[in-house]
T-cell receptor, first 118, second 115 residues
Framework: GAVVSQHPSWVICKSGTSVKIECRSLDFQATTMFWYRQFPKQSLMLMATSNEGSKATYEQGVEKDKFLINHASLTLSTLTVTSAHPEDSSFYIC??????????????FGPGTRLLVL | AQKVTQAQTEISVVEKEDVTLDCVYETRDTTYYLFWYKQPPSGELVFLIRRNSFDEQNEISGRYSWNFQKSTSSFNFTITASQVVDSAVYFCALYVIQGAQKLVFGQGTRLTINP
């Protein structure tokens, strides 16, 4: 199967600190990774799309200096929430997709990271 | 523009009942993919099915079945003989080949199966 892992699963931090979340595709190479944010009882909100070796594409309204995304390899993407504030508290989910021969493949999701900023 | 509508915000049924989750999508493109994902209380989205726009065959997988009808732009999901473990939020999503190339999610349907 296609497995995506995220670390950490839970993080509690003080306001003003930075938090890094890792997303790994364990058994496939992900040319594209996505970062989502989900508020309680709401749908997933796409924050940004990252392609390996290039800069991430951010959705409208998402501060790229606030949410730093790095996709350094075909199996690893990181999201850093810089100078976190209580309003950044949320459930962050990464997703990985591979393209094979130009065909669209399924997006697989990580287990999510719950961030609580005090 | 692409849009997915899951009109049922919450559904509650008693175990062993059949339940259908509705999904209606909007797109002007002819080539697209439709997905269903399950999000249990743990939070992780679990992939259930992917269907491309050229394949209107209905699919059955155990107690799960999907009815894809292009004429009504719907991709409904039915759980037969529901079980408590089916309790989760279910998301329908659309992916269009042209354009932004990203998943567009519906708002989700929270399904509660009561014993």
């Amino acid at each position: 199967g296609a497995v995506v892992s995220q670390h950490p699963s839970w993080v509690i931090c003080k306001s003003g600190t930075s938090v890094k979340i890792e997303c790994r595709s364990l058994d496939f190479q992900a040319t594209t990774m996505f970062w989502y944010r989900q508020f309680p009882k709401q749908s997933l909100m796409l924050m940004a799309t990252s392609n390996e070796g290039s800069k991430a594409t951010y959705e409208q309204g998402v501060e790229k200096d606030k949410f730093l995304i790095n996709h350094a390899s075909l199996t690893l993407s990181t999201l850093t929430v810089t100078s976190a504030h209580p309003e950044d508290s949320s459930f962050y989910i990464c997703s990985a997709r591979r393209l094979a021969g130009g065909l669209v493949e399924t997006q697989y999701f990580g287990p999510g990271t719950r961030l609580l900023v005090l | 523009a692409q849009k997915v509508t899951q009109a049922q915000t919450e559904i509650s049924v008693v175990e062993k009942e059949d339940v259908t989750l509705d999904c209606v999508y909007e797109t002007r493109d002819t080539t697209y993919y439709l997905f269903w994902y399950k999000q249990p209380p743990s939070g992780e989205l679990v992939f259930l099915i992917r269907r491309n726009s050229f394949d209107e065959q209905n699919e059955i997988s155990g107690r799960y079945s999907w009815n894809f009808q292009k004429s009504t732009s719907s991709f409904n999901f039915t759980i037969t003989a529901s079980q408590v473990v089916d309790s989760a939020v279910y998301f329908c999503a659309l992916y269009v080949i042209q354009g932004a190339q990203k998943l567009v999610f519906g708002q989700g349907t929270r399904l509660t199966i009561n014993p």
